[in-house]
């Protein structure tokens, strides 16, 4: 019961590059720079030459809060939201639901790689610690 993105030109390859397991990060061709959220001109140097481009899906958690409270019925707590240094992009960080863990377990530093899950035509990022 998550609500779900509308997708643009923009953010559409971060939305949906899950079905690949790829987390798609937007990038600057003319002065390198990561963008994130997506944008279609660059925030740095305003060039409108920006691509999406895989990158390693992996990065250390910067912040991250543990939710006690069930903001909606069927919501299962508690869970950990972390945020996460990508790995590749520098300056890009990701929030989202960390799985596979102990909510309280989650330390900032920590290794996490992606993972997804979809949700109609959306794939939702979700961190999970490095095996």
């Known amino acids: 019961m998550r609500p779900l993105p509308e997708l643009t030109d923009e953010n559409h390859a971060f ?6 397991g790829e987390l798609m ?5 003319d002065c390198a720079a990561a963008i994130h959220p997506p944008q279609l001109v ?8 920006v691509t999406p481009r895989p990158v390693t899906g992996t990065g250390a958690v910067y912040t991250f ?17 972390a945020v ?10 990701v929030t989202a639901q960390v799985i596979d863990a102990d909510p309280e377990a989650v330390r900032i530093g920590q290794r996490m790689e992606i993972a997804f899950e979809q949700s109609d035509d959306v794939w ?8």
């Open 15 to 20: 939305w949906t590059g899950g079905e690949r």
């Open 25 to 29: 990060i937007a990038f600057c061709k």
């Open 42 to 49: 660059c925030p740095r140097c305003l060039g409108e030459s």
């Open 65 to 81: 809060t543990v939710n006690h409270q069930p903001w909606h019925p069927d919501m299962a707590v508690p869970f950990a939201l």
């Open 84 to 93: 996460v240094d990508i790995d590749g992009a520098p300056g890009v960080r």
């Open 124 to 131: 939702l990022p979700l961190w999970r610690p490095s095996r």
